[in-house]
């Protein structure tokens, strides 16, 4: 079954940092630019946190994280990170990584990469993140 397996949440008071990591499972992550999306509210909807183009040469912030957060690949390990620094109280929820199959570079012009999350065939099971003191 080809799925992304996502891990490395936890629990972390303000100004701290964790790394969640996404690993290809049975497909081949090379062929996939990745994304990451946030959710805050259960059933109420997933935001853009980043997404990383198929070679790595391209990376897309929202402007909250910019500066902060760092998203990474190593094809050759099939993982994808996502480097969470400084966190803040508002960057709880549960993170997913989620995958285009042959899509070169994020897709979508300008700032709006991945607006259309129906894009992203593949997602992984979600990892919480909670920033609280």
């Known amino acids: 079954q080809s799925q992304l397996v996502e891990s490395g949440g936890g629990v972390v008071q303000p100004g701290g940092s964790l790394r969640l990591s996404c690993a290809g499972s049975?497909?081949?992550?090379?062929?996939?630019?990745i994304g990451w999306f946030r959710e805050v509210v259960p059933g109420k909807g997933r935001e853009r946190i980043s997404?990383?183009?198929?070679?790595?040469?391209?990376?897309n912030y929202v402007d909250s994280v910019k500066g902060r957060f760092t998203v990474s690949r190593n094809n050759a390990e099939n993982t994808v990170w996502l480097h969470m620094n400084g966190l803040k109280p508002e960057d709880t929820g549960v993170y997913f990584c989620?995958?285009?199959?042959?899509?070169?570079?994020?897709?979508?012009?300008?700032?709006?990469?991945?607006?259309?999350?129906?894009?992203?065939?593949?997602w992984g099971q979600g990892a919480q993140v909670t920033v609280s003191a």
């Open positions: 989620a995958g285009h199959f042959l899509a070169g570079l994020c897709a979508g012009a300008g700032n709006k990469w991945y607006s259309d999350m129906a894009l992203l065939e593949v």
């Open positions: 049975g497909l081949d992550l090379k062929d996939y630019a």
């Open positions: 997404c990383i183009s198929e070679s790595g040469d391209v990376a």
